[in-house]
Structures are given as structure tokens and as C-alpha cells.
């Protein structure tokens, strides 16, 4: 089995843990959900395989420069060349909490970036007005040229950011976010106490009429600076907030942008459901249920070369 495939099945199975009532004992939900253990044991099995990669990397790294000290190495121009996130992970984390973030890290960069990217390319899709001034966003940046996105460009993509975070405040990737409170708090006549654990619905946040007064619609302009900033801060919170809020948030925005810019570029989408039909999934992630369909048509205007997706 594919470890796409597994990561898929453990975000489908671990909601059951925490809505099917029996399934809080441990014993019940192992032995009716075997597949959760061999999922597991193949995401863990890829970010074994990952670090031993990368330590094995590192003894030739340190081999081919045994002039320097190891202490001198870490700060060298070699270690710090080499210090990526696994890297400064490795220098800081025992084995097992380096697993537990290799984990965290290639799941939650993962299956978050692919349901937003379903879930763009659906609305870009049904509002081809919207998918439109993409394009011309794209015509304006690239200016005929067909060569890939520098970071400058993806700076400059504005509207398609907006695109982007209109997307993630309907269909947030991840619609809701678990915490423990440390001491009592008061929300109207409401006392959550202390030691309470809460999950806060990002999902049902972002469609507050309160601060989008037509939160069902696809609308990339409430992310327009002055409605930006006239907003409270909390009521947009795709990736989440405080302490442990999402450490790839600004790698994912560039991500998407390289991507659907790429798409937008090349092709015209055509969403052949609607997106009211697509029944979100809420697990882990939100997808949308039964995937999306929809049909790219070459923009060179040759009608030949169409394509459909499910
Ligand atoms: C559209 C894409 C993404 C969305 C919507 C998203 C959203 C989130 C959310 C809501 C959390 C939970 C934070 C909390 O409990 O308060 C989170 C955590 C996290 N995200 Fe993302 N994320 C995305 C992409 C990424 C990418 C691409 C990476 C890494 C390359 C990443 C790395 C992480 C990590 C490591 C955490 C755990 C942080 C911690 O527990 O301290 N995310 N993300």
C-alpha cells in the first residue's frame, strides 16, 4: 500500500475514535479498526526511512570534513547548508520525538495543501469570472512568457492570494483545532473550566454573518486590505493561532500559488459539478466527498485537447 493511500485511511478512520462512543475504549477501536495499525505502521516505516536518508547523509557530510571539529562543524558552512527543518529537528529531538515530528510534519503538510488545492481549483472552476482575472493576473506577471513562477512573481500574484484565502476561510483544511484550557474561561454566561478539553470550529468562525455578511458566497474580495483590516483579527483562522499554530502557513500559501498559477496558466478549469453538490467531509481535513470533477481545456484555443478529471 501506498503511503498516500494509508495517511488517507488514518484521517478517514481517527474521527471514528472521537464519535463513536464505544470506541473511547482503546481495545474496541483496535481490534475493529486493524487497518489503523498497518496504516500506521507505514507512515512510520517512511519517516524512518527519511531520517536513517538523511543520517547516513550527514556521516558523509561529516567523513569529507574531517579537518573540523564536530562542535565547529554544526555552526560550519557545510552544517548550515545542510540545516533544514529535519536538520535543526535532529540537532534539538531524541529518536522517538524526531519520528513524532517527522510525522506531524510530512501529514500535516501533506493532506492540508491537497484538500485546499481540490478545493481552488473546484471554485475556480464554477466561478469562471473569478478564474478570469487569474488569468489576467497571470498575463499581467508572466507577460507571455512561459517560464516558471521566482518567488518575486509568486509575491506579486495579489488576486490569486485572495483566491486562495477565500478558499481556506470556506473549505478550511483544517476545520477544527483541539486544546486543554489552563484556567476557567468566561464566554457570555458560559464558564468553560479549567482542564477542559475544547475543540474550536474554525469551519462555522468563518461563516459568521457577523463578519461576512454573505458568508455562503464565493467572494475573493473579502480578503480586500481595508475589509482585512477592519476585521477582527480571530475571525479568519485557517491556520490556526497562538503557540502552536501552523509552522508551514506561509510555505503552503507559495505552494498553492505555484500551483494553481501553473494550472490557470495552462488551462481553462470547468467544474463539472456543482459546489454545492460536493458534500464536504469533515475529518482531519475537510475534502470534498467523492472528489471533485472537472474538465481543462489547452488556453491556445485549440478546442481538441480537453481533458476531464475526477
Ligand atoms: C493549506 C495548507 C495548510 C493549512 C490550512 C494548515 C493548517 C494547520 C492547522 C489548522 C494547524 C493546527 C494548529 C493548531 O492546533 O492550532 C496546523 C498545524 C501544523 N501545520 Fe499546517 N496547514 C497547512 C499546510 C502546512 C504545511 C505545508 C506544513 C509544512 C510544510 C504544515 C506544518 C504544520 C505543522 C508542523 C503543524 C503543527 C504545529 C504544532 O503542533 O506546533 N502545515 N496546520
Redesign the pocket.
Known amino acids: 500500500m501506498l503511503y498516500v493511500n494509508a495517511l488517507h485511511d488514518i484521517v478517514t478512520i481517527i474521527p471514528k475514535k472521537y464519535s463513536v462512543p464505544w470506541f473511547l475504549w482503546d481495545f474496541l477501536f483496535h481490534r475493529s479498526q486493524k487497518r489503523y495499525k498497518e496504516c500506521i505502521d507505514i507512515v512510520h516505516q517512511f519517516s524512518e526511512n527519511i531520517i536513517r536518508d538523511r543520517l547516513s547523509e550527514d556521516a558523509e557530510t561529516l567523513e569529507n570534513n574531517t579537518d573540523l571539529p564536530f562542535s565547529e562543524l554544526h555552526d560550519s558552512e557545510v552544517r548550515r547548508k545542510n540545516m533544514d527543518s529535519l536538520g535543526l529537528l535532529m540537532k534539538k529531538l531524541r529518536k522517538d520525538d524526531l519520528q513524532n515530528n517527522v510525522d ?2 510530512v501529514f ?2 501533506h493532506d ?2 491537497y ?2 488545492l481540490s478545493w481552488a481549483i473546484q471554485l475556480l472552476g464554477e466561478h469562471t469570472d473569478v478564474q478570469e482575472k487569474v488569468y489576467e493576473e497571470m498575463v499581467q506577471i508572466f507577460d507571455g512568457s512561459n517560464r516558471s513562477p521566482t518567488k518575486q512573481d509568486l509575491l506579486e500574484m495579489k488576486y490569486l492570494e485572495r483566491v486562495i484565502k477565500e478558499t ?1 476561510r470556506l473549505y ?3 476545520p477544527t ?3 486543554k484550557t489552563r484556567k476557567d474561561i468566561q464566554i457570555g454566561e458560559y464558564t468553560i473550566p479549567a482542564g477542559a478539553s475544547i475543540w474550536i470550529e ?1 469551519y462555522f468562525i468563518h461563516r459568521n454573518p457577523k463578519y461576512y455578511p454573505h458568508p455562503e458566497e464565493f467572494n475573493p474580495d473579502n480578503f480586500l486590505p481595508e475589509r482585512v483590516r477592519d476585521r477582527h483579527p480571530y475571525a479568519y ?13 506561509r ?2 500559501i507559495m ?2 500559488k505555484a500551483v494553481l498559477s501553473s494550472i490557470v496558466r495552462n488551462f481553462k478549469i470547468r467544474s463539472l459539478k456543482e459546489t454545492k453538490d460536493l458534500n464536504p467531509l469533515m475529518g482531519l481535513t475537510i475534502t470534498p466527498h467523492g472528489g471533485v470533477n472537472i474538465e481543462l481545456t489547452l488556453r491556445d484555443n485549440n478546442k481538441e485537447n480537453k481533458f476531464t478529471e475526477n
Open positions: 506531524a510534519l500535516a503538510g492540508t495543501t484538500a485546499a481556506l478550511p483544511s483544517g483545532v483541539g486544546r474554525i483562522l485557517p491556520f490556526s493561532a497562538g503557540p502552536r499554530n501552523c509552522l508551514g502557513q510555505y503552503a505552494e498553492l
